[in-house]
């Protein structure tokens, strides 16, 4: 069976879908406990969890949950670069927060 998730993504089964959202819930839970904004997102596209800085929250990225092309799911970046195999939370948490991470010190000098 499959079940199309928006942007043109198949994913193969249900059970894709289902391993797809726990491991975003998964990144969620961790970047949470290292004080990031997050909230995970399903429905009218592909399952994503939308990640905001709380010391400048126009920095946020959503990371997708989706299997590549030999089926194996990963998380991805929002420009469709893949981050790491969906069973590497903290890996994948560690990356993100690099991005998103911006010190109290260069927020308040403004860059």
Same mark, same amino acid.
């Given at each position: 069976?499959?079940?199309? $998730?928006? !942007?043109?993504? #198949?994913?193969?089964?249900?059970?894709? @879908?289902?391993? +797809?959202?726990? =491991?975003?819930? &998964? %990144?969620?839970?961790?970047?949470?406990?290292?004080?990031?904004?997050?909230?995970?997102?399903?429905?009218?596209?592909?399952?994503?969890?939308? $990640?905001? !800085?709380?010391? #400048?929250?126009?920095?946020?990225?959503? @990371?997708?949950? +989706?299997?590549? =092309?030999?089926? &194996? %799911?990963?998380?991805?970046?929002?420009?469709?670069?893949?981050?790491?195999?969906?069973?590497?939370?903290?890996?994948?948490?560690?990356?993100?927060?690099?991005?998103?991470?911006?010190?109290?010190?260069?927020?308040?000098?403004?860059?």
């Amino acid at each position: 069976m499959k079940r199309k $998730v928006g !942007s043109g993504m #198949t994913f193969g089964t249900t059970v894709t @879908v289902d391993g +797809a959202v726990r =491991g975003l819930e &998964a %990144l969620s839970a961790d970047l949470s406990s290292r004080g990031f904004m997050t909230a995970v997102m399903e429905g009218g596209g592909p399952p994503c969890v939308r $990640v905001v !800085s709380r010391v #400048t929250t126009q920095l946020s990225e959503n @990371v997708y949950a +989706a299997p590549a =092309g030999d089926g &194996a %799911l990963w998380f991805w970046w929002s420009w469709a670069e893949r981050i790491a195999p969906i069973g590497h939370v903290g890996v994948t948490a560690d990356k993100v927060a690099r991005v998103l991470r911006l010190s109290p010190s260069t927020a308040a000098s403004g860059g």
